[in-house]
Each structure stands twice: as structure tokens, then as C-alpha cells.
């Protein structure tokens, strides 16, 4: 099947095409030619005027509930929201049931999406049950593909066995993911500690909490020479403790989720629980040191941390209902609407493309004549109201549902298939 993307500007720093705008003729998943018009006809053609193609974004953290939990979302649905978000590459968390704990899990998972234009990559299990008692078979794991380890949301409070991991992990160049929450400070707070907690009466989740497990974690990595990776990221605290530690050489990198750098604790003032999510919104002081992060490469990446929930777990009392929001479809639009004024097209590609995959070590994708077509269509002027039309996950825990978001994702071609939004 022949597929052309007529008229886009080209925005990727490996192609010869770079800041050029041009036809692109794709054939059987391949990118067959790079040109300012090209005359062959195709099966499909996508028109690319005032838009920009970008090699196809990747996220780091999305949960797709399966196996166990599909009526909250599987993985089908999950990858009909990737590809409607940009996303021609995701890593699923291992919080499923079973746990993916094992190589026959990971296995299950990475073979699901054979014939969809996303890639699924998996985090195994740092821990068993990912309870934070016994190290996970994370060796055989990474032979049959898992790319990190994590205990997703769980975050681990041994800090023996987080030693213990990172120096497992570093005999096979395995990269640990680490969800920075200190439990016993964070306690059963449902959001961010501050003025607006007080006025709500809420118990609140004070940044020190995530602080207090960045400083832990980054001892245990200076102390192992081994690399490890912060999810999500949240406080301005979070922001320089990473920083100092890349300037020091330590072997750090972290990421961002796309709600935190747009939403504060103020949204959560009707007590709607779309809004409430882990690590909890935090203030505008907060959000301003993350997009600084971001600017100066402190920050690597950013996610949408898609976590679909049902109806029954969201739309209860605030204090009973689960954290967690659905995002992949308005993760990109949400962070261009929050830095298009700080950071350029070029940077924020980057933090979406190559920035998450150089951080589980995955080769980046190139546009240019004889590389596999992967490749995400967006247009930065298309400013739009997002409704529950636009999620496609099976799950409408959105936030942004009602908002006007800027940047729209207009195709994904992975796979030598396609999906235009």
C-alpha cells in the first residue's frame, strides 16, 4: 500500500529534510521518497498543509489494564488512544493481574499489537506482586524484552531493596524506574499540601514526600554507579534535586506528565475527581519550575501517564474515589498549550520523541528515504475544545474534557499502517 503526506514541514534534526516542506511517499512501511512535489500516485493521500511531521512520539508510562482489569481499558483501546494522541510507541506498566512479573508476561503483552500502528514495550515487576519485599526474576524479563523495571505506582520503601535492584539491573545494563513517593509522609493525603488542601479541608500530600525519595534514590544511585529513571516528577524541590545530580555526573534522568505542566491544586476547588491524580496537581510555582526543567534538559521527557479508570472507582466521594487520569489523546496538545512559548516545535518533538526513547534505550527514528515509516502529523495551529467524542479509550477519566487545548495530532504511520484522527 502506497500512502503520501502532501505539503508538511519536516521536523526532525537527522533528516537532510529538516525545517523543509515536502511531499513524503511511504510504500509497504518503508519511506520510499523525500521531495517538494512528488507526481506518483498513491492508495492514500493525507494532507499535510500547514502542519509539521515529527519522528512518531513515544510514552513512557501508560497503564492498558490488560490482562485483567479490559473493562477499564485493553490493549486495542489503549492503542486507539496512543495512535488518536500522536503516540507510535508506548510502555505499558506492569501493574496488571498477574503482575507482568515474568517472561511469560511480557511476552503475552508484547505480542499483542502486531496489527496496530503502536509498538508496546513493557516494564516488568521490580518486586514481586510489585509489594516491595522480593526482587522479580528482572534478568529473564530483559532477555524476553522488558525494558525497564518499576513498581509503577507503588512506590518501593526498602531502601535496601532499591539497592539491591539497582545493583541487579546494573550487571545486564537494565534501567530502574523509580515513582518517587515517600508513603509514610504521603499517608492516605488525597492532594497537594497547601492552602488549597486547607481550605478544602483535604489531607494533603506535602512535596517533600516525593523530595524526600529523590534524595534517597539518588544516594542509592551515586552509591551503585547505576542509572535510574524518576517518573513523573511534580515539585520544583524534585526539579533541583535533578538537576544537581546531573551536574554531578550521576546517571539520572526523569519525566514529566502532560496534565501536571498545564493544571494546579486549584482545579480541584468542586472537588471533581477527574482532577485528583498521583503525584497530586501541585501550584503554579511548581509548574513554572518544571517548564524550566524542561527548557534546560533537566527534565528528558514528557508522558501523558494514562491511567483509565471506571466510573465506579472515579465518580465517587472525593476522599473513595481512585487517583489515576485518562490522557493519551490530549498528552501532546496539553503540553504544547502549557510551552509553546517556551520551548520551540524542535524541543518539544524531542520530549516526546527521541528524549523517551534514548531513556530505555531504543534507537531513534530518523525521516529520510529507505528508514521505516514512523512518523506523527501534527498541526500546531488547530486550537480545539476537547469532548468525550475525542477518547477514544474505553475509559473518559479525562481532565481536559470541556477545555480549549492547542496543537492538534492529524495521522500516525507506524508499521506501514496508518491512523488519521
Known sequence: MNLIIRQSKICDPQSAFHNKTCDVLVSDGIIKKISEKISDKADQEIDGKNCMLAP????????????????????QSGCNAAAAGGFTGVLQMPS???VIQSRAGVEL???????LPVDLEVAGALSSDLVGKDLTEMYDMHKSGALCFTDDKKAV??????????LYTKNFNGLIMSFPNDRSIS???????????????????????????????LKLCEYTDSKIHFSTISTSGAVDLIRKAKAAGLKVTCDVAAHHLLLNDSCLEEFDSRFK????????????ALKNGLKDGTIDAICSDHSPEDIENKQKEFDHAAFGAEGLETAFSAAYTSLKDILTPEQLFEKFSSGPRKIISLPSIRIAEGEKANFTLVDLSDQWTVSESDIR?????NPFIGKKLSGKVKAVVNKGLYNIS
Open 56 to 75: 512518531g512520539f513515544f510514552d513512557l508510562h501508560v497503564n492498558f489494564r490488560e490482562p485483567g482489569f479490559e473493562y477499564k481499558e485493553d490493549i
Open 96 to 98: 496488571t493481574f498477574p
Open 157 to 166: 520503601q526498602d531502601a535496601g531493596l532499591m539497592m539491591r535492584a539497582l
Open 109 to 115: 503483552v508484547r505480542n499483542r499489537t502486531v496489527a
Open 393 to 397: 479509550s474505553k475509559s473518559k477519566n
Open 187 to 217: 499517608g492516605k493525603g488525597q492532594m497537594n499540601e497547601g492552602v488549597v488542601s486547607t481550605q478544602l479541608g483535604l489531607k494533603g500530600i506535602p512535596a517533600i514526600a516525593e523530595e524526600l525519595m529523590i534524595a534517597r534514590d
Open 277 to 288: 491524580v498521583k503525584p497530586p496537581l501541585r501550584t503554579e510555582s511548581d509548574i513554572t
